[in-house]
């Protein structure tokens, strides 16, 4: 498959930990730098694509940035008769999607009106965790303000259009839903890429369900909590966009089916938001993708976000972005950008949720766990997750922009931030102060709560960062990898227990199972490949299969390589990666498996796993490069 199996949202919606967890390096996480692109000269049509797209074969899923809107159509044309094959032709976009080997795409790249082409990166919903009264919203409902003449965009897996918590408040849906040969499926009622008209956003289609269960629950979920009847503002209206398409592919979701969000359709989603006449608030975006520990403003990806998000700010509209569930000190794509309001998830007892990452890229957090809310069927369930938080966060500005109308949406979100209780909190040997939601302080004029000092679970690091390896001239021959027997991976006899999800539902008498609990270990052991190939193997080793499975996630959330160009995405492929490598790619490729396991299982260095990627994805590296990247990753497992 071309995409990146995350997430943000299975949906890695920030529901209880898909998005898994991280830590840093030196001494903070850094899979920042995997992220930060080189310096390069336009004027060379090779550094117009991203490193690695077709590197090994195949083609590619990729973004096609363009000069001007007015070429797409030209451009589309002329790549259509080369051959090139065009997926999504946005009109009035400055952007194209299509799919190419590696040499097509470099062909592509030497025309003047392409400025850069990327992958299609997907997202998945951040996984599923009396929080109204936590948060004072009892006593705002209870001096009349409910947020009415105020809009939150919903940008998820649609919405159960005739539940009861939304009647008469969704005043708009559309649908961006990419497709793609291989599997991927449009979630649009019309069965094609884009819907604006009709119940665009509904998610009771044929495609949401699977085997009797509706995949597409999270967004009703998060819009119930944001605008519902038993939401945080439940006079507010309702915006409803669909922006997941399923994804068929057991080995990449772990199940004959699973939601993936592509960056193209997100894109899509925020300029319809941005183009609509009626007041909204707040954008909620419960999903996420890659991980970092720091802005990602200046990353490509990153850079291309925060433009739609500061479109979005100049409207006076916000967007409220899920931090994740991975345990981390960071938060994941597009929490990282700079105007995201990035949610972090606290329970009930005030005290930040095990699993949601943290530190001084969160703006705030907000209750995420067991938090009751509507799902399709007229139903509701209690879930858990930084998705869970994010839509708090939402409803509340819904509420703040009503009782101030004029006030600049910046001003708004700052007061939120001043009158949120503070959690003082260490990160890396920092203390940290994030400021938790507090409505009664920030619109009925109730004081500051004192500040709670938070604990969270230090995890130690003893890995030095390492020099950058140096890359020589002329490509590295390979032979084919022989043909190994893939096991069938089952459960071990004694798991690695992760934490539960209580998933409580009310009217329904079939409830639907809790999701996988997905977030990083806190074991400080370095495993050597020897050792993870033994914990892969069917019935062999001492983690459970679920465990590892969530690992699997992690990694392809912070890797470049995995599973882009590897596809471990399951277990019995990732046993292959590890087992008797022949190659020098191969056995670099088997290094940073090794080394990204140890890192999702507790210990913390990433550093010499970004500069050993840099030299995997590039497109001839030479022997002694492979070598030296293997040596140094090498290093940090023992």
Not at 280 to 307: H, P, Q, R, W
Not at 418 to 435: C, E, F, K, L
Not at 601 to 616: F, S, Y
């Amino acid at each position: 498959m071309r995409f990146r199996p995350l997430i943000v949202s299975t949906i890695a919606l920030a529901l209880l930990p898909l998005s898994g967890p991280a830590y840093a390096e030196d001494p903070t996480p850094t899979p920042t730098s995997v992220q930060q692109p080189p310096t390069e000269d336009p004027a060379d049509p090779g550094s117009k694509v991203e490193d690695g797209l077709g590197v090994d074969g195949g083609t590619e899923r990729a973004i096609v940035e363009l000069t001007d809107p007015a070429e797409t159509a030209p451009v589309a044309t002329q790549a259509a008769a080369e051959s090139v094959d065009v997926v999504l032709q946005p009109q009035s976009q400055n952007f194209m999607v299509v799919e190419g080997t590696a040499e097509e795409l470099a062909k592509l790249a030497e025309d003047p009106r392409v400025s850069s082409i990327h992958r299609d990166r997907t997202y998945t919903p951040a996984e599923v965790a009396p929080s109204l009264s936590l948060i004072g919203a009892d006593k705002v409902h209870a001096n009349g303000q409910a947020g009415a003449g105020q809009a939150v965009a919903v940008l998820d897996t649609g919405i159960d259009v005739d539940h009861p918590w939304f009647a008469g408040r969704i005043v708009a849906q559309a649908c961006f839903s990419a497709t793609e040969d291989s599997g991927v499926v449009s979630l649009c009622p019309n069965g094609q890429n884009q819907q604006t008209d009709g119940n665009a956003a509904d998610a009771m289609t044929a495609n949401c369900l699977l085997d009797g269960v509706n995949l597409c629950d999270h967004g009703s979920h998060v819009a119930g909590i944001a605008a519902g009847t038993g939401g945080v503002a439940p006079g507010a209206s309702i915006v409803a966009v669909q922006v997941f398409s399923r994804l068929n592919d057991e080995d990449s979701c772990g199940e004959p089916a699973c939601l993936v969000a592509y960056e193209s359709s997100l894109r899509q989603a925020l300029d319809y938001v941005a183009s609509l006449n009626q007041p909204v608030a707040a954008v909620n975006m419960s999903l996420g993708g890659m991980l970092y520990d720091a802005s990602c403003d200046a990353t490509e990806e990153g850079a291309i976000f925060k433009e739609k998000f500061d479109a979005l700010l100049t409207k006076n509209i916000a967007t409220v972005v899920a931090a994740g569930n991975e345990y981390y000190e960071g938060t994941a794509h597009p929490a990282c950008v700079s105007t995201a309001v990035a949610v972090g998830a606290n329970d009930n007892s005030d005290v930040i949720a095990d699993w949601s990452n943290r530190g001084p890229l969160l703006d705030l957090f907000a209750p995420g766990v067991d938090i009751e809310s509507s799902v399709p069927d007229n139903t509701t369930v209690a879930y858990s997750g930084t998705s869970m938080a994010t839509p708090h966060v939402a409803g509340a500005l819904a509420l703040m922009k009503a009782a101030s109308p004029d006030k600049p949406m910046t001003e708004l979100i700052e007061t939120l931030k001043s009158t949120g209780r503070p959690y003082v909190y260490d990160v890396a040997g920092t203390q940290v102060t994030t400021p938790r939601l507090d409505l009664a302080a920030a619109l009925t004029g109730a004081a500051v709560q004192p500040p709670v000092t938070q604990s969270p679970s230090p995890v130690t690091d003893d890995t030095t960062p390492e020099p950058d390896p140096s890359d020589s001239s002329g490509p590295t021959p390979e032979p084919d990898d022989p043909a190994e027997p893939e096991p069938t991976p089952s459960s071990s006899s004694t798991p690695v227990p992760l934490p539960t999800v209580t998933v409580t539902v009310t009217v329904t008498e079939t409830a639907k199972p809790p999701a996988a609990v997905c977030t990083r270990g806190t074991s400080a052991e370095k495993l050597t490949a020897k050792k993870w190939a033994v914990e892969l193997h069917r019935s062999t080793g001492t983690i459970s299969d679920e465990t590892l499975t969530c690992y699997l996630k992690l990694v392809g959330k912070s890797s470049k390589v995995f599973p882009e160009l590897t596809k471990a995405s399951s277990l019995g492929k990732a046993y292959r990666v590890l087992k008797s490598p022949k190659t020098r790619k191969a056995k670099l490729d088997s290094a940073l498996l090794t080394a990204w396991l140890n890192w999702a299982n507790g210990t913390n260095g990433t550093t010499a796993l970004a500069t050993a990627e840099k030299v995997r994805l590039s497109s001839k590296p030479s022997a002694a490069a492979l070598k030296k990247a293997t040596t140094n990753i090498l290093k940090t497992v023992k």
